[in-house]
Each structure stands twice: as C-alpha cells, then as structure tokens.
C-alpha cells in the first residue's frame, strides 16, 4: 500500500503538527483489574486532522488476513532536528465502525537499521547510541517503523487505515515520554513520486471456517472500536528535498 496523493506520480507531500498532548495519552483510566474484562470501556478519541495524517483504502474486494510484523516505510522530513512518531493499523468496517488492529514507535533519530536482522516486512533498528543521527530540518530522510506483530482478519468491503501521529492516545495503558519542544514543529510525509512512503504488511492465507459475520463492536479483546470519523482536508507539504 502506498501512501498515494491526487496525482501519484508527483513528488508530492502532506504535513501535521507535532503535538503529544493533543489527545488523551492513554485510552484507559479505570482500575487495574478492570483492563482484564472481555471488553473494557475505552476513551479512544478520533484524530485531530492537524495533529496526524491517515490514510484509507478502498474497500476490500475479499477478506484479507495478516500475521506478524509489519512495516510503514516513510519519506519524512520535520522542522526540527528529531521527532517522536507513531503509527497505528486499524479496519475501517462497511457499518462505519473503526477498530484498533496494532501500533509501532520510532524516534526518528534512532533509524539506522540492523540491516543484517531487517526484513522487507520487519525493520530492526540498531538503537545504538553511535548510529544516531539527528534530521536535517527540511531534508526528507527514510524512516522505517515496525508495526508491532499482529494477527487480523480484515473483513471484505472493509478498508486498511494507516495513520501518522505523535505517541499517544491509542493504547489502553502504555504512555511515552515524547520530545517536548519550545517551538512549534511541523512533519512532512511524502506521498507521491519515486520516494513515496507505503505500508507493508505480511499476508497469509485466510483462515478456514471463519464466521461470516463480523465481531460486534466491542468484542474483540486489546482491540478498541469507535465511530469511524473522516479527517478533514490534509495540509499539503513542502516539496521534499
């Protein structure tokens, strides 16, 4: 899946704020042994169009399942020098509910690659403290996030959604301790031309025998689910240099 704008090959780019505090930092507040119920009360806010950046498939044209790691491979760039990013995969359903499938974290000075230990679908990162390397404010650098391994099945006539963000807001009880700036920063992911950012997930053979009907919402354990909310129109980029 690439992350594609109106014209795919143009080198083209979107951008959001970098804000940590713009949602909730956590989606659970109850008492700790509450988080171990079928189905525990979630605060899962919608994204903040200027704070994120999401795309959406269209919808599926059969059940689609995946199994392990993941990858979003992304075009970046940033106003400062280093970044803190989230990305988080959940399913878009026909009834217009939207459920968590899995999250990943980098702080983008820490994206030198242990390239002897990375796959295609699965980016280790050395975290060295001699392989980290500031960003260029301006500059478009590859940065590669691990969505942490999951198994889903996405429902035909469902649609894959990726979104872009600061840490935050879309796990039950992990917090982060983010980069907290004096200056406001802006992020630019780019979406179009040869450099454009893409997700790459690790498909499997749909499992047999499964029902046909979706899981309610909520069911589905560690999986939250709210109302699906469209962003508003995304702020285009710089052009990446």
Partial sequence: MLFRSAAPDAAQSLAFNYEPNARPRKT???SGSGIWRATPTYDWVPLDSASSLSWITAPLARTTAIAGPGSVDLTLASTATDT?????LTEVRPDGSEVYVQSGWLRASHRKLDAAGSTVTDPRQTHLEADAKPLVPGRAAKVRVA????AHVFRADSRIRISVQAPGGNRPLWTFETIQNTEPVRNTIVTGGPMASRLVLSQVRTPKGLPVPVP?????RGQACRTYVAPAVQTPGPAPK
């Fill in 147 to 150: 969505l942490f391994p999951v």
């Fill in 216 to 220: 309610a919402c909520p069911s589905l």
């Fill in 28 to 30: 659970y507040t109850g």
């Fill in 84 to 88: 803190d990013l989230e990305v988080t």
